[in-house]
């Protein structure tokens, strides 16, 4: 091997390291760009089958890889947001989203203005102008997103460079030609290298680049793009691994539907090479590529599309249901909105925290009020019921704050840092309402124990202060869930409230307390109880208080 082999052969990895490094960077800045709204485009397309193949065509286009797409359709299945009805209209769709790559990278081939050469640099010197003096964040978003681009063009050309010498090589034109002669070889090649790179865009980017030196025969070309279309499949297979029951029949609906795809248009094609094998043997261009890219996943789209539901029914027979199901779904608390496949979306794991987050956040509120009846009325039904909750309680915190670490390391616009720091503290806030919610369990024990009951007009002021920590947790939730300023300023009111009726109760019993109108046992636990209600209110006015900041 000479010192120009080794050469190229640094040109070649350098170039593909361009290639794939660029697509991370866009992809990062078409998600930033997006936010939240490929989260409410997802909810809102996938009410029925057919508008979920267009959340899957948007959502790949912004992710720029259909395997990133469908691994975390299986989370989003895994995690119960989504179901298979709706989950197999966004998976046909992700494939016809991916064919984006290739159209990008075949514009070498629409004229010399559009050549990477030419336009290339110019688009990573503004990208990186924008993205060095730029102050606001779309402004750096879209920088990011030029920057990207360029790079990947740059990329594309460095790789061009690298294999255009060795077109007309004895080790090249054999290898195309075998897969040529061989359908099986080339949808193994196609295969492979797509669950390697975990991407048909990157690896039909590749094919591409290779076709624009004039190696790519059409027979060759078309049966490695099958295989790169069913090693798509790879990935999500793989996630499945672990996940419970419908999450698995997800992946395999995702493998079914390109397995059937490649079947069907590996015979027709195989008929058409052998009826014409000058065709077979003609040279395929970087724009044939993407055309045929496209076609095959419409066209295999608009075949299956009417038996989706037959996929869904085939899926369950064929993934066994077990009578003992092992999943954390079906032993008790389990995170429902987060997987950790999820994370390849930022938008759509800082959104399906927050899901998380409320759920603890209505759980915590169910053991405050068990907690304000148990120590009205002695109930030691619902001081049990309080304990076990805080448990729950405990372990949602720990969980989703290891969440949190997890999604914090993503690439995250500077409000969904924000919204991820603040989420921290909410978590902290409602687990100690938890805390105090136990607390108050323990004292409405400590009132069962020494058979201490309070009076009827204590009991109604305790009743109307409740009532007042019970808004405030509701206002702070809502506001937490649905961002307005309107119910983080009727969490705080109702917190004020609190403040001064806590104190006008506190006055009153330390009073009766003075003129032994009352037990002294009564009226520490009395006085116990109100403290406990003010910290309540104090962390729902706090968690109010981290939404106000983020409007």
């Given at each position: 091997?000479?010192?120009?082999?080794?050469?190229?052969?640094?040109?070649?990895?350098?170039?593909?390291?361009?290639?794939?490094?660029?697509?991370?960077?866009?992809?990062?800045?078409?998600?930033?760009?997006?936010?939240?709204?490929?989260?409410?485009?997802?909810?809102v397309?996938?009410?029925?089958?057919?508008?979920?193949?267009l959340?899957?065509?948007?959502?790949?286009?912004?992710?720029?890889?259909?395997?990133?797409?469908?691994?975390?359709?299986?989370?989003?299945?895994?995690?119960?947001?989504?179901?298979?009805?709706?989950?197999?209209?966004?998976?046909?769709?992700?494939?016809?989203?991916?064919?984006?790559?290739?159209?990008?990278?075949?514009?070498?081939?629409?004229?010399?203005?559009?050549?990477?050469?030419?336009f290339?640099?110019?688009?990573?010197?503004?990208?990186?102008?924008?993205?060095?003096f730029?102050?606001?964040?779309?402004?750096?978003?879209?920088?990011e997103?030029m920057?990207?681009?360029?790079?990947?063009?740059?990329?594309?050309?460095?790789?061009y460079?690298?294999?255009?010498p060795?077109?007309?090589?004895?080790?090249?034109?054999?290898t195309?030609?075998?897969?040529?002669?061989?359908?099986?070889?080339?949808?193994?090649?196609?295969?492979?290298?797509?669950?390697?790179?975990?991407?048909?865009g990157?690896?039909?980017?590749?094919?591409?680049?290779?076709?624009?030196?004039?190696?790519?025969?059409?027979?060759?070309g078309?049966?490695?793009?099958?295989?790169?279309?069913l090693?798509?499949?790879v990935?999500?297979?793989?996630?499945?691994?672990?996940?419970h029951?419908?999450?698995k029949?997800?992946?395999?609906?995702?493998?079914?539907?390109?397995?059937?795809?490649?079947?069907?248009?590996?015979?027709?094609?195989?008929?058409?090479?052998?009826?014409?094998?000058?065709?077979?043997?003609?040279?395929?261009?970087?724009?044939?590529?993407?055309?045929?890219?496209?076609i095959?996943?419409?066209?295999n789209?608009?075949?299956?599309?009417?038996?989706?539901?037959?996929?869904?029914?085939?899926?369950?027979?064929?993934?066994?249901?077990?009578?003992?199901?092992n999943?954390?779904e079906?032993?008790?608390?389990?995170?429902?909105?987060?997987?950790?496949?999820i994370?390849?979306?930022?938008?759509?794991?800082?959104?399906?925290?927050?899901?998380?987050?409320?759920?603890?956040?209505?759980?915590?509120?169910?053991?405050?009020k068990?907690?304000f009846?148990?120590?009205?009325?002695?109930?030691?039904?619902?001081?049990?019921?309080?304990?076990?909750?805080?448990?729950?309680?405990?372990?949602?915190?720990?969980?989703?704050?290891?969440?949190?670490?997890?999604v914090?390391?993503?690439s995250?616009?500077?409000?969904?840092?924000?919204?991820?720091?603040?989420?921290?503290?909410?978590?902290?806030?409602?687990?100690?309402?938890?805390?105090?919610?136990?607390?108050?369990?323990?004292?409405a024990?400590?009132?069962?124990k020494?058979?201490?009951?309070?009076?009827?007009?204590?009991?109604?002021e305790?009743?109307?202060?409740?009532?007042?920590?019970?808004?405030s947790?509701?206002?702070?939730?809502?506001?937490?869930?649905?961002?307005?300023?309107?119910?983080?300023?009727?969490?705080?009111?109702y917190?004020?409230?609190?403040?001064?009726?806590?104190?006008e109760?506190?006055?009153k019993?330390?009073?009766?307390?003075?003129?032994?109108?009352?037990?002294?046992?009564?009226?520490?636990?009395?006085?116990?109880?109100?403290?406990?209600?003010?910290?309540?209110?104090d962390?729902?006015?706090?968690?109010?208080?981290?939404?106000?900041?983020?409007?």
């Open positions: 091997m000479s010192l120009q082999d080794v050469e190229m052969i640094f040109r070649f990895i350098g170039g593909l390291g361009m290639f794939l490094y660029g697509m991370h960077v866009m992809s990062d800045g078409l998600q930033k760009s997006a936010g939240n709204k490929t989260k409410r485009l997802m909810q397309l996938t009410k029925n089958r057919f508008m979920a193949v959340a899957g065509i948007a959502v790949t286009a912004v992710l720029q890889s259909s395997s990133a797409t469908t691994v975390m359709v299986v989370g989003f299945v895994n995690a119960g947001i989504m179901d298979l009805a709706q989950a197999v209209g966004v998976i046909m769709g992700a494939n016809i989203g991916t064919t984006v790559t290739s159209w990008i990278v075949s514009v070498d081939a629409w004229g010399f203005v559009l050549k990477p050469d030419f290339a640099p110019l688009l990573i010197g503004i990208g990186a102008f924008i993205l060095v730029a102050r606001k964040e779309g402004k750096r978003q879209a920088g997103i920057a990207g681009l360029g790079i990947l063009f740059i990329g594309v050309s460095f790789m460079s690298a294999i255009s060795y077109r007309g090589a004895p080790l090249v034109v054999d195309f030609h075998a897969m040529g002669e061989n359908p099986f070889l080339g949808i193994l090649a196609g295969l492979v290298i797509t669950a390697v790179f975990q991407s048909s990157a690896s039909v980017g590749i094919l591409q680049v290779l076709s624009m030196c004039g190696i790519v025969s059409w027979n060759s078309i049966f490695i793009m099958l295989g790169q279309n090693g798509s499949c990935t999500a297979l793989f996630s499945s691994i672990g996940a029951r419908t999450a029949r997800a992946a395999l609906i995702h493998f079914l539907f390109n397995g059937l795809g490649v079947l069907i248009f590996g015979a027709i094609m195989g008929v058409i090479f052998y009826a014409n094998p000058a065709f077979a043997w003609s040279g395929m261009g970087s724009v044939e590529i993407a055309a045929f890219h496209s095959f996943n419409i066209a789209t608009a075949l299956l599309f009417p038996f989706a539901g037959q996929l869904v029914r085939l899926t369950g027979i064929m993934v066994k249901k077990k009578n003992a199901d999943t954390r079906e032993k008790g608390i389990a995170l429902r909105h987060l997987d950790e496949r994370l390849g979306n930022p938008a759509f794991a800082v959104e399906n925290t927050v899901s998380e987050v409320i759920r603890m956040g209505q759980m915590t509120y169910e053991s405050v068990l907690s009846d148990a120590c009205l009325f002695n109930s030691q039904e619902k001081i049990r019921l309080v304990y076990e909750y805080e448990k729950d309680i405990d372990q949602m915190a720990r969980e989703i704050s290891d969440y949190l670490v997890k914090s390391g993503l995250l616009s500077e409000r969904q840092h924000q919204t991820i720091n603040h989420l921290f503290y909410t978590v902290s806030d409602i687990e100690r309402i938890g805390d105090h919610a136990e607390n108050l369990a323990e004292l024990q400590f009132k069962v020494n058979h201490i009951e309070f009076s009827r007009t204590a009991g109604k305790l009743q109307g202060l409740m009532e007042y920590v019970t808004n947790m509701v206002y702070a939730l809502r506001a937490r869930q649905n961002p307005m300023m309107g119910y983080v300023t009727k969490a705080r009111e917190e004020e409230q609190v403040d001064y009726v806590e104190g109760l506190r006055e019993h330390i009073e009766r307390l003075a003129a032994n109108l009352c037990d002294p046992r009564s009226g520490v636990v009395f006085l116990d109880i109100l403290t406990n209600l003010e910290r309540i209110a962390h729902a006015d706090n968690i109010a208080g981290y939404v106000k900041n983020e409007l």
